[in-house]
C-alpha cells in the first residue's frame, strides 16, 4: 500500500527540541521530493519545508535556521528536526510527497506537536 | 511572497447545488495553482493541480479554471461527501519548492 506514516510528535517546552519522522511504504521513496506541511487546530495550512532527490533543502523564513529536514533513502524515511521551538509552532505536522505533477499527491495522516510549559 | 484569498470563508449549499469557490492571488501565479479538499480529522487530498486537472481518482463534477491572479473551483452538482475545507495552493517558479496556501473555504450543508 501507497502511504506516508508520521511519528514523534508530543509535547515540548518552549525553546526545546523534537524529531519527527516519517516512514514511506508502497513507492520509490528516492525518486520524489518529500516536503513538510502543519496546520495549527482549526487554522489552515503552511508549508515547512522540502526536500529534493539530490537533498537540496527549502524553507520559508517563518522555520528558516530552527527546523532541519532531512531524508534516509535506504531507510525510506524522511525526518524533521525542530529546534528552539515556540507556542507558534504547535500544529499536526504532515510528511507530503510532491508528485510527478508538482503538487502534494500523497499525505501522511499527521503527528501533533504542542509547545507549551 | 505571494499571498492567496479565498471567497467566500464559508459557503452554505444543499446537496444537487452548484458550488463556486474563489482564489485570488496578490500576483500572477502563471498556472502553478493547485486545489485541496479536507474533511474533519483527514489529511488534505488533492482535487486539481495546474488550474484545472483533475487529479488520480478524482471525479468529473470538480473542475478548475482560471488565470493569472484569479482562480475557481467548481463542483457542478454536490454530493453529501463534498462538504468539507477548501484550500488553494499555489507553487513558486523560482525559488523551487516554495509553496502557501489559501485559508480556506468551509462548504456546509444548508
Known amino acids: 500500500e501507497v502511504q506516508l506514516v508520521e511519528s514523534g510528535g508530543g509535547l515540548v517546552q518552549p525553546g526545546g527540541s523534537l524529531r519527527l519522522s516519517c516512514a514511506a511504504s508502497?513507492?520509490?521513496?528516492?525518486?520524489?521530493?518529500m516536503h513538510w506541511v502543519r496546520q495549527a487546530t482549526g487554522k489552515g495550512l503552511e508549508w515547512v519545508s522540502a526536500?529534493?532527490?539530490?537533498?537540496?533543502?527549502y524553507y520559508p523564513g517563518s522555520v528558516k535556521g530552527r527546523f532541519t529536514i532531512s531524508r534516509e533513502n535506504a531507510k525510506n524515511s524522511l525526518y524533521l528536526q525542530m529546534n528552539s521551538l515556540r507556542a507558534g509552532d504547535t500544529a499536526v505536522y504532515y510528511c507530503?510527497?510532491?508528485?510527478?505533477?508538482?503538487?502534494?499527491?500523497?499525505w501522511g495522516r499527521g503527528t501533533l506537536v504542542t509547545v507549551s510549559s | 511572497e505571494i499571498v492567496l484569498t479565498q471567497s467566500p470563508a464559508t459557503l452554505s449549499l444543499s446537496p444537487g447545488e452548484r458550488a463556486t469557490l474563489s482564489c485570488r492571488a496578490s500576483?500572477?501565479?502563471?498556472?502553478?495553482l493547485a486545489w485541496y479538499q479536507q474533511k474533519p480529522g483527514q489529511a488534505p487530498r488533492l482535487l486539481i493541480y495546474?488550474?484545472?486537472n483533475r487529479a488520480t481518482g478524482i471525479p468529473p463534477r470538480f473542475s478548475g479554471s482560471g488565470s493569472g491572479t484569479d482562480f475557481t473551483l467548481t463542483i457542478s452538482s454536490l454530493e453529501p461527501e463534498d462538504f468539507a475545507v477548501y484550500y488553494c495552493?499555489?507553487?513558486?517558479?523560482?525559488?523551487?519548492?516554495?509553496?502557501?496556501f489559501g485559508q480556506g473555504t468551509k462548504l456546509e450543508i444548508k
Open positions: 507530503a510527497r510532491r508528485g510527478v505533477q508538482l503538487d502534494f499527491d500523497l
Open positions: 508502497g513507492f520509490t521513496f528516492s525518486s520524489y521530493d
Open positions: 526536500i529534493g532527490t539530490a537533498g537540496d533543502t
Open positions: 500576483q500572477s501565479v502563471s498556472s502553478y
Open positions: 495546474d488550474v484545472s
Open positions: 495552493q499555489q507553487r513558486s517558479n523560482w525559488p523551487p519548492f516554495m509553496y502557501t
